[in-house]
C-alpha cells in the first residue's frame, strides 16, 4: 500500500501536558482523508506537527517515504505538503487572479519582482487562470477579495495553497464560519481536485465529512482513537459514545 504521508509514534508535549500522544496516522495516496474529534483533541497541534509549524517531543513524520521530522515548513512545501489555516490569510486589496499569480510566481522563485504588472507574467497567469478554473472561481478572477462572500475566500486560500503544486493537500477546517449554502459548494470544487493531491482535512460537520472522505481517523484526548471507512466510523462503538452521538446512527 502507498501513503503519500505517515506519523510513527508521534508525540507532543508543553511542560507535562501531553497533546499528542503516540499518534500514528497512516494517509493513503490520492486519499480524501478527515480528521474528527471533540473540541480540545489535538487535530490543529497535529497538523501544525505534519507542517512543521511545531517541533515534536519525539516520533516521526514521514512524507512519501521520507523522514521530514526534523525539516523547516518552507522545505516542507517545496517537498510537496501545503496547508491551510482555520482562519484565511488573503491579500484584501488584490484580486483572485493577482493573488493566485503571485502564489505561483513565489513557487517559481519570481516573487523578488512584484513590483511587475500581472501581465509580465505570460506562463504564471495561464497556470493560475488554469487553476481557477478548476476550482470554479474564473468567473471571480478580476474581482477584489475581500468583495467576494466568505465561501469563495476560502476557495481562493486552497488556490494558494495548489499554487505550491503539493502532493499533499492539509485543510483546517476549511468550511469554518461558511454558511451551510457556500459550504456544499467549496467541498464540491475540492472534491473535483484530482486525485494525484492527496487531501486530509480537518472538519468539525459531520454531513460534509461523511459525503467527502473515504477514510476517518478519530482523535480523542491526542491520540488515534481508530481509523476507517466512513461507514465503519459511523457504526463504531467507541466512536459513537466519545463524539458522534447516537444521531449518526438514526
Not at 505550491?164 to 461558511?178: M, S, Y
Not at 472522505?213 to 467507541?238: E, F, K, R
Amino acid at each position: 500500500m502507498s501513503y503519500a504521508l505517515q506519523t510513527k509514534n508521534l508525540v507532543k508535549k508543553f511542560g507535562g501536558f501531553v497533546v499528542t500522544n503516540d499518534v500514528s496516522l497512516n494517509v493513503e495516496a490520492g486519499a480524501r482523508h478527515a480528521l474528527i474529534g471533540p473540541n480540545g483533541a489535538g487535530k490543529t497541534t497535529l497538523i501544525n506537527l505534519l507542517t512543521g509549524f511545531l517541533e515534536p517531543t519525539s516520533g516521526q513524520v514521514i512524507f512519501q517515504g521520507h523522514d521530514l521530522t526534523h525539516l523547516s515548513q518552507h522545505k516542507r512545501v517545496k517537498r510537496g505538503l501545503a496547508r491551510t489555516f482555520q482562519i484565511n490569510r488573503l491579500f484584501a486589496d488584490l484580486t483572485v487572479l493577482e493573488s493566485v499569480v503571485m502564489a505561483v510566481n513565489e513557487r517559481l522563485g519570481l516573487g523578488a519582482r512584484f513590483w511587475k504588472p500581472v501581465g509580465a507574467y505570460a506562463q504564471s497567469v495561464d497556470e493560475a487562470a488554469t487553476l481557477l478554473g478548476t476550482l470554479r472561481l474564473l468567473d471571480v478572477a478580476h474581482e477584489k477579495t475581500r468583495n467576494l462572500a466568505y465561501g469563495k475566500q476560502r476557495l481562493i486560500e486552497i488556490a494558494l495553497a495548489l499554487a505550491a503544486k503539493p502532493r499533499v493537500l492539509l485543510l483546517d477546517e476549511p468550511a469554518a464560519g461558511v454558511p451551510t449554502s457556500e459550504s456544499r459548494e467549496l467541498f464540491e470544487s475540492i472534491a473535483a481536485l484530482p486525485r494525484d493531491v492527496t487531501i486530509l482535512l480537518i472538519e468539525h460537520d459531520m454531513d460534509l465529512v461523511f459525503r467527502f472522505a473515504d477514510q476517518i481517523s478519530v482523535l480523542v484526548n491526542g491520540a488515534l482513537l481508530t481509523q476507517g471507512t466512513p461507514q465503519a466510523i459511523a457504526n463504531d462503538p467507541q466512536v459513537k459514545e466519545v463524539y458522534l452521538g447516537e444521531a449518526v446512527h438514526d
